[in-house]
């Protein structure tokens, strides 16, 4: 029996989940690098190797119950403990409210927020027996303002901050802490695994001329954005801190936005986006 803390972050396959993986596991935690394909898990198991890291891929897609509920296992009985999990699996879905199927909706909503419930159901009992433990979940600064063409989205993250905030008044008895993480624009493959609406891609659609102008714009802002590793580092402070905070920004234009959405009156906030956006 070690003493070595256990760290669990789910859709480690690219962006934000990969590089916290391996920053967790770069700073002393075993690791246990989950995502929904395997196949995608050569390169972090060879970086991994070559940096002789304490890191395993185990298979997990937040959609899928027996998924969800082998992996938590897998970990608990190799491990024996879950001292972090990182609720990060997460996509983008765009479009029109009233371009959108149902399906596609809930979709959305079953990976980014029923998803993030069932990992941590999975984990509460095993940090609840230990009498610690800490749960991130990455939400993103359209948790806390609003941006156009993304309101599912958006739902999902603004679902994810309350629920957050929720349970870690529930949760603060049992020792066990609860962080919410608000990224701005991350350099990641966020934008090309996004979902968009196919009614709001067809020219005929009242959303079409803003959309095409949100994707132009969006891949711009990306390909400039915050590396994922920044929130990768924000990530370990907050885990590593005696007395972290419930949530943290990453980059300056979610610091930005969080600033206006709180002093500015909702019709001031409105025009600033819409006027960023045009
Ligand atoms: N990039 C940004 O600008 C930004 C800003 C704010 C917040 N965020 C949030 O950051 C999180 C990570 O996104 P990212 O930017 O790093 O994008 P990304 O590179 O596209 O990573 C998304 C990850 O989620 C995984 N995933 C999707 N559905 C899943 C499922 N059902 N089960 C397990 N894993 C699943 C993906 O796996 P596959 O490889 O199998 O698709 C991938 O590993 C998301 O929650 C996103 O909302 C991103």
Redesign the pocket.
């Known amino acids: 029996m070690t003493n070595q803390k256990v760290a669990v972050v789910?859709?480690?396959?690219?962006?934000?989940?990969y590089e916290t993986a391996l920053a967790l596991a770069r700073n002393g935690f075993r690791t246990f690098a989950t995502?929904?394909?395997l196949d995608?898990a050569k390169t972090i198991l060879d970086v991994a190797k070559k940096g002789k890291l304490l890191l395993h891929a185990v298979k997990?897609?937040?959609?899928d119950d027996k998924s969800v509920n082998d992996a938590i296992k897998t970990v608990k009985s190799d491990a024996g403990r879950i001292d972090v999990l990182v609720n990060?699996?997460?996509?983008?879905l765009m479009g029109g409210l009233e371009d959108l199927s149902m399906s596609e909706i809930k979709a959305q909503y079953e990976?980014?927020v029923f998803?993030l419930i069932r990992v941590t159901q999975a984990v509460l009992p095993i940090m609840r027996a230990q009498k610690s433990g800490t749960i991130v979940n990455?939400?993103?600064?359209?948790g806390k303002a609003a941006l156009p063409l993304m309101s599912p989205y958006i739902g999902t993250?603004f679902a994810v901050e309350g629920l957050s905030e929720s349970i870690a008044l529930d949760l603060e008895p049992s020792g066990i802490r609860v962080i919410i993480i608000e990224?701005?624009?991350?350099k990641?493959?966020?934008d090309t695994?996004a979902v968009v609406a196919k009614k709001t891609q067809d020219p005929s659609s009242p959303y079409y001329a803003n959309m095409q102008k949100l994707q132009s714009s969006l891949g711009t802002i990306?390909q400039n954005?915050t590396p994922?590793s920044r929130v990768a580092d924000v990530i370990l402070g907050a885990v590593t801190s005696s007395s972290p905070s419930l949530r943290y920004t990453v980059g300056d234009d979610a610091a930005l936005l969080a600033q206006k959405r709180r002093e500015l009156p909702d019709s001031e906030f409105k025009k600033l986006v819409l006027e960023f956006f045009k």
């Open positions: 789910t859709g480690s396959s690219s962006g934000i989940g995502m929904r394909n995608k997990l897609d937040v959609t990060n699996a997460g996509y983008g990976t980014n998803g990455v939400s993103s600064i359209g993250k990224p701005g624009a991350i990641t493959s966020f695994g990306l954005a994922p």
